[in-house]
C-alpha cells in the first residue's frame, strides 16, 4: 500500500534543505536590484518569507535585453488596425514614454524569446514566477496599453509576461501587489511547492492525485476533470498547468484552510515564519 504524501504547511514552509526548495523566478527589481527605469528597486513586505521559502531567481528583461539604468520609460502602443482587449495584442510595440520615436520592441522581444527557451529546459524546473506589475515588460495582466494618442486603451502582460503565458503554462504567477494580500505570500509557497512536486517528479503522479484529494473541495467540475485526465495521461506538465490556472480562483484564506494553515495575521507571532 502507498503511503499519502500529507502536505503539512509547517514541513512546507521549513524546508529542511535548499534543494527542496521550488525554484521562482521573479522580477529583479522586487528583490532588491536597483534595476527599473528610475535607477531604483521596489521593495515587497514579505520578501524575506519568500526568499526564505523558496529559491529565489531575478530577472530582469530590460537589463537583460541591453537596456541601461536609468532609461527613458517605454509604454506598450497598440496598432491602430488592433482592437483592445485584455490580453496582449500581438502587435503592440514597445515605444519611449516621453519619445515615441524609442521602439524597444525587437530587443525586448528577442530578449523574451531565448530567456523562455532557456527556462524550458531548466532542471528543476521553476514553479512560479513573481512579477511587478503594471511594468512593460513584467506586468501580468495588469500592463496599461496605449493607442497611438497616448490614451489608455486596455490592459495586458508585459512583453516577457506574454510569452512566458504561452510557454510556460504551468507557472503559479503572481505580482508584487497581490502578494501583499493577507495569507498570499503562504498561499503562494503552498501552490510553488505543490507544482514543484508535480513537475519535477518528486512523487508519483497518482500518488499526487490522491493526496491532493481534497483540492476538490476548492475546484469546478470542469478543473477538476482536466486534473483527473492528466493523471490518467500522466500528463504532469498538464496537471501543473491545471493547478495554476485553478489557484487563480478562491481567496488565499480558501486556499491556506485547505492545507490547514490560517491566515498570517490570525496568527500569534510565536508562530509566524521567516
Ligand atoms: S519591472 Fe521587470 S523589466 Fe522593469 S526593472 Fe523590474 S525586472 Fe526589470
Not at 63 to 76: E, H, K, W
Not at 141 to 151: A, K, Q
Request: with cysteine; proline share 9%; charged share 20%.
Amino acid at each position: 500500500m502507498t503511503a499519502l504524501i500529507t502536505f503539512d504547511p509547517d514541513r512546507f514552509l521549513r524546508p529542511d534543505n535548499a534543494s527542496a526548495r521550488p525554484a521562482v523566478l521573479s522580477s529583479s527589481c522586487l528583490n532588491g536590484e536597483p534595476v527599473r527605469y528610475d535607477g531604483r528597486a521596489r521593495t515587497v513586505t514579505t520578501h524575506s518569507l519568500l526568499a526564505a521559502n523558496l529559491t529565489l531567481q531575478p530577472l530582469c528583461p530590460e537589463t537583460g535585453a541591453g537596456l541601461p539604468v536609468p532609461r527613458p520609460p517605454v509604454q506598450l502602443v497598440v496598432a491602430p488596425s488592433e482592437p483592445a482587449r485584455s490580453a496582449t495584442p500581438t502587435s503592440l510595440r514597445a515605444r519611449g514614454r516621453d519619445d515615441p520615436g524609442l521602439d524597444v520592441t525587437d530587443a525586448l522581444s528577442r530578449y523574451a524569446s531565448a530567456s523562455v527557451t532557456t527556462l524550458r529546459k531548466q532542471r528543476p524546473r521553476p514553479a512560479g514566477y513573481l512579477w511587478k506589475s503594471r511594468s512593460p515588460s513584467c506586468g501580468w495582466g495588469t500592463t496599461p496599453l496605449f493607442d497611438n494618442s497616448g490614451t489608455q486603451v486596455g490592459t495586458g502582460d508585459g512583453i516577457q509576461a506574454a510569452r512566458v503565458r504561452a510557454e510556460l503554462p504551468w507557472l503559479i504567477c503572481r505580482d508584487e501587489v497581490g502578494i501583499e494580500e493577507q495569507g498570499a505570500a503562504e498561499q503562494f509557497i503552498l501552490l510553488c511547492r505543490l507544482v514543484h512536486d508535480v513537475i519535477n517528479e518528486t512523487v508519483p503522479l497518482a500518488q499526487l492525485r490522491t493526496a491532493h484529494q481534497p483540492l476538490v473541495t476548492l475546484l469546478d467540475d470542469a478543473a477538476l476533470a482536466t486534473l483527473l485526465n492528466c493523471v490518467a495521461r500522466n500528463d504532469r506538465l498538464g496537471y501543473a498547468a491545471a493547478l495554476s490556472t485553478a489557484s487563480a480562483s478562491g481567496s488565499p484564506a480558501q486556499w491556506l484552510a485547505l492545507f490547514g494553515r490560517r491566515p498570517a495575521a490570525a496568527r500569534p507571532d510565536s508562530e509566524r515564519v521567516g
